[in-house]
């Protein structure tokens, strides 16, 4: 029996101080980001879909909105799909900018394979892959929508494909409202299929 688990990254956020927001609550969807959410509500309306659920996280949570309300189901959450853990969390990290530039930061930066800053890559992919099989369990034989963030999709969908865990963030294939997809039979995973029914766009887009 087929299941699908997709794997949704949430749309654009409202984020004008570009900073790295992680887990901190109050950060929604920006104009854009709605945009895409209903794009990909119409691209999964022929789907059958039977269980949407999503990080506790507002943004994901704004993301699933349109797709549950376009399939007559209510969202539920998982913490196993939240952003991860950054001891960057609320500041400014892009490359020549903010907290990077002071020394007091660089101590963190000392294993980039665990990774030394944040939650640890292996952490990542255990509780994604949790929220998954939970997922897929309620979805049997059907389509379940899973709404999470960057850094743990990539994360798992690594894991699966046998790929080291730490890894340059300019190249992850995740962007912004795309569709990770993990095709079933049974509880044995067949095979991953991305897709961005809102378009492409830069992984290195802060914070998002």
């Known amino acids: 029996m087929t299941t699908i688990v997709h794997l949704l990254r949430h749309g654009e956020v409202h984020n004008p101080d570009k900073i790295l927001y992680g887990r901190l609550p109050g950060y929604r969807l920006s104009d854009r980001g709605q945009a895409q959410a209903e794009t990909v509500a119409k691209t999964l309306a022929d789907h059958r879909l039977t269980h949407v659920v999503a990080s506790p996280l507002q943004r994901a949570r704004e993301t699933a909105a349109p ?13 196993g799909l939240i952003e991860a853990g950054n001891l960057f969390e609320g500041m400014r990290v892009a490359v020549g900018d903010g907290a990077l530039r002071e020394p007091r930061h660089w101590p963190k930066l000392r294993n980039p394979f665990r990774p030394s800053w944040g939650e640890p890559y292996v952490e990542i992919a255990h509780r994604m892959l949790g929220a998954v099989y939970r997922a897929r369990s309620r979805a049997d034989g059907g389509e379940a929508l899973c709404v999470s963030h960057q850094l743990p999709i990539w994360t798992l969908r690594s894991f699966l494909e046998g790929r ?45």
């Open 67 to 79: 797709i549950g309300a376009a399939h007559g189901l209510d969202i539920d959450t998982d913490d």
């Open 164 to 208: 080291t865990l730490w890894h340059d963030p300019r190249s992850r294939q995740c962007s912004l409202a795309s569709l990770t997809s993990l095709v079933f039979d049974g509880e044995e995973l067949l095979r991953v299929v991305y897709s961005e029914p809102a378009g492409t766009t830069d992984p290195r887009a802060t914070g998002a």
